[in-house]
């Protein structure tokens, strides 16, 4: 998918390295509980490359004009009836220091939602981040999504303690209006 200055395609080896990069930012996964090692990082990438092959979405990865890769974003299906949320689907993204403060993330996440109502008829999609991330809350009400404070939640995390998670929903019907201007797929 093209974006006016971004590529979001699903994930190829050459990836790896550089999401692996990423996830080894004490600053990028400061609210995920630090860094994670590399067995860590490719566990993620594989979830990611399986979620696309066994949902038809996922995160994707996110390059820039010239092919450096930036972060990633996009729509993941979360399934599992023992998530607080119950199954969902949830718009995330995580991006390089270096693509931090250029607009990339509201970029691609504009067109991630966009394209997950037109093709897999969502009704809403979640997005949830915890009380600390500024960067994130800035995005999701740049995105016009709608904070749903009822539905926050907490879990233990083995690596982040106690997280407490604040929802923001994006519904198809708040987000139709928009449209998906300049992206295609």
Avoid: C
């Amino acid at each position: 998918m093209q974006t006016p200055r971004l590529t979001l395609r699903t994930w190829h080896e050459d990836h790896r390295s550089p999401f692996a990069a990423m996830h080894a930012d004490r600053e990028v996964m400061a609210d995920q509980g630090g860094p994670i090692d590399r067995a860590a990082s490719d566990a993620k990438f594989d979830r990611y490359l399986a979620a696309y092959l066994d949902h038809g979405t996922s995160r994707w990865a996110v390059e820039d004009a010239a092919g450096l890769f930036l972060g990633y974003v996009g729509v993941m299906p979360r399934l599992a009836p023992t998530h607080p949320l119950g199954p969902h689907h949830e718009i995330g993204w995580r991006f390089t220091r270096s693509a931090w403060g250029h607009g990339f993330v509201t970029e691609g996440a504009r067109a991630a939602l966009a394209h997950a109502f037109r093709h897999l008829s969502l009704d809403e999609i979640l997005s949830y981040t915890s009380a600390d991330n500024r960067r994130s809350q800035s995005v999701m009400a740049r995105l016009d999504l709608r904070r749903a404070p009822s539905r926050d939640f907490v879990v233990e995390d083995e690596r982040a303690g106690r997280w407490h998670g604040l929802v923001w929903v994006a519904s198809r019907q708040a987000m139709a209006p928009a449209g998906a201007q300049g992206y295609s797929t």
